[in-house]
């Protein structure tokens, strides 16, 4: 399985970065992908996901700014961020699981930095 995250950068408070995530050796039409942030010293937390369906789901600090979709033909998953703040500093990791409960397998992370 590798998930290979890109898209990472620099930008100042406002602007827009999109994330992009190419899955492979797995069945991605059947996974739930999802992205997560963590800044050092904190715990992972959930960006967004999308279902195989197609259904999404946001934390509650992006809803509105940031957009998650898939494209199940090129088995990718991308995050596209608006209104940056510089608290939306992190390192952004894509994710995939079978199931909502699973763990998952993760990708190398990409880092996203808002300057004020």
């Known amino acids: 399985v590798q998930l290979q995250a890109s898209g990472g950068g620099l930008v100042q408070a406002g602007g827009s970065l999109r994330l992009s995530c190419a899955a492979s050796?797995?069945?991605?039409?059947?996974?739930?992908m999802g992205w997560y942030r963590q800044v050092p010293g904190n715990q992972r937390e959930l960006v967004a996901s999308?279902?195989?369906?197609?259904?999404?789901n946001y934390a509650d600090f992006v809803k509105g700014r940031f957009t998650v979709s898939r494209d199940n033909a090129k088995d990718t998953v991308d995050l596209q961020m608006s209104s940056l703040r510089p608290e939306d500093t992190a390192v952004y990791y894509c994710?995939?699981?079978?199931?909502?409960?699973?763990?998952?397998?993760w990708g190398q992370g990409t880092q996203v930095t808002v300057s004020s």
């Open positions: 994710n995939a699981k079978r199931f909502a409960h699973y763990t998952g397998y």
């Open positions: 050796g797995f069945n991605f039409n059947t996974y739930i």
């Open positions: 999308i279902a195989s369906s197609g259904r999404t």
